[in-house]
């Protein structure tokens, strides 16, 4: 229904910044809610963080929170994570994913409510 492509991944020290970016191809998802998540080699898929469709309303995992910014541009068709103060915790594959509904709540959010993925872009943290 909905593609997406991940970019900006790559490699950085601890400490330093990197900004991920997420374009849909073919349909927008103007109206979507869309969410960024992340896995590392031989853990389980985790939630990072989620915007809104106005970009209204944003909630962060607790590990992220005051360090990752989301933000979309909806006329562009893209999502983005702003990262800062990276540690080699947040080693992992990013992926974004477009949700089925428009607003988000105060919570981390089910996976199942994301019914488009990208494929990921490799973010490795050098201690």
């Known amino acids: 229904q909905v593609r997406l492509v991940e970019s900006g991944g790559g490699l950085v020290q601890a400490g330093g910044s990197l900004r991920l970016s997420c374009e849909a191809s073919?349909?927008?998802?103007?109206?979507?809610?869309l969410g960024w998540f992340r896995q590392a080699p031989g853990k389980e898929r985790e939630f990072v963080a989620i915007i809104s469709w106005n970009s209204n309303s944003k909630y962060y995992a607790d590990s992220v929170k005051g360090r990752f910014t989301i933000s979309r541009d909806n006329a562009r068709n893209t999502l983005y994570l702003q990262m800062a103060s990276l540690k080699p915790d947040d080693t992992a594959v990013y992926y974004c994913?477009?949700?089925?509904?428009?607003?988000?709540?105060?919570?981390?959010?089910?996976?199942?409510?994301?019914?488009?993925w990208g494929r990921g872009t490799q973010v490795t943290v050098s201690s």
């Open positions: 073919g349909r927008t998802f103007r109206t979507n809610a």
């Open positions: 994913a477009a949700s089925t509904f428009s607003f988000i709540s105060a919570r981390t959010p089910s996976e199942g409510d994301f019914g488009s």
